[in-house]
């Protein structure tokens, strides 16, 4: 397991520099609203992914009026002392540095710390569209099967495949029999990637289900994957294909398969996006990203680095002891907040304490 022991930032989003030191287990930002918690928390999360976590547009996560951003990390883990840097220019591949050497890909690099992150904004995760889901599913899997990682990719580029060859079935007269061998194609990478969705919903499910009790989530949460299509071979898929072919050909795209799947989460019976109050939504993507850290730790035997963005503020006193004794049970964590008393046991040796203000770094002690 590779543990962050220093992190340093250079225009990033408030920061033109800046320097911190991180826990072994807790690492406790704190300062008032707008002072830059959350921009260390995303500095940390783009060094260990390379994309932010709060914003499609990375141009944001650079500087105002600088041309480029960096996140360096020193690390410790199984085979000693690392370096990790992770550059970022917009319009171009991520410049990433491995012990001072050149690295093509992030995810190649032995001792990349794996990361969860929470933040507010993270709710339409349980509240939005269901590609939202989908998109996070299929996240998950490549992180507990690196193997895997292709899998949604090469299901996608065989769904434009056939959306195209409908396309031209429609507009150009080609024989609609050309579809025969794309229908096989889809129905195969679809059974693969349903069954690996289910997979990781079934091993995620009853963890998620223990700490939603644990943090009082009342009526328990249930996680259920939904997928459209009941076939279990790919000659069945092609078939229920074939039987929506007009439908397809009228619309000019695929309107079955795993790209329409649905991850359910419910509370008592009721799904959660609809029925759930937005304090029951956060407890349940809580519950659902803690889970799928333990999930993570116990398939690839290294527990992810744990990002919690403002998570204290609406828990009673009772659960925030449960969290805390929760997250530093293993691994390493980083919990923002503006009360640096709403983190219980901040006050104890080896917990790391930051204060922010105004985007400075004002202190760091009892580390």
């Given at each position: ?107 190649d690099v032995p001792f990349r710390p794996l990361a969860c992150v929470f933040l507010p904004d993270r709710l339409e995760l349980i509240k939005g569209a269901p590609s939202l889901r989908r998109d ?80 009082g989530l009342v009526g328990g949460l249930e996680l259920r994957y939904r997928p459209r299509s009941k076939a279990d071979t790919a000659e069945l898929f092609a078939a229920e294909l074939f039987e ?124």
């Open positions: 397991m590779a543990l962050i022991r220093r992190l340093r930032v250079r225009d990033v989003r408030c920061y033109e520099s800046a320097e911190i030191t991180l826990g072994e287990h807790l690492t406790v930002i704190y300062g008032a609203n707008g002072a830059g918690k959350t921009n260390l928390l995303e500095a940390i999360y783009f060094g260990c992914t390379g994309r932010s976590c709060r914003t499609s547009n990375d141009r944001e996560f650079v500087r105002f009026e600088q041309s480029a951003a960096r996140v360096e990390f020193e690390l410790e883990s199984e085979s000693g002392l690392h370096q990790l840097a992770v550059g970022f220019e917009p319009g171009q591949p991520r410049h990433v540095t491995a012990d001072g050497g050149p690295v093509e890909r992030l995810i996070h599913l299929d996240q998950l899997i490549a992180g507990l099967w690196p193997a895997r990682a292709a899998l949604r990719r090469d299901y996608g580029q065989a769904l434009a495949q056939r959306n195209a060859l409908l396309s031209r079935i429609r507009g150009q007269g080609v024989d609609a029999g050309e579809l025969d061998v794309w229908d096989l194609e889809l129905g195969r990478l679809a059974l693969l990637l349903s069954a690996e969705r289910a997979r990781a919903v079934e091993l995620v499910g009853p963890p998620a289900q223990e700490i939603a009790d644990e943090l929506r072919r007009s439908s397809d050909l009228d619309r000019g795209f695929t309107g079955h398969g795993p790209h329409r799947d649905e991850l359910l989460l419910s509370r008592d019976g009721r799904e959660l996006r609809v029925y759930g109050s937005q304090g029951e939504q956060r407890v349940a993507l809580l519950s659902l990203l803690l889970a799928e850290r333990e999930v993570l730790a116990d398939q690839r035997g290294q527990t992810p680095l744990l990002l919690l963005d403002d998570v204290m503020s609406e828990l009673d006193g009772e659960r925030r002891e449960r969290l805390v004794a929760r997250i530093t049970l293993a691994g390493q964590s980083v919990v923002t907040t503006t009360e640096l008393e709403h983190v219980p046991t901040a006050d104890e040796l080896g917990v790391a304490r930051v204060e922010v203000s105004g985007g400075v770094i004002n202190q760091e002690v009892n580390v």
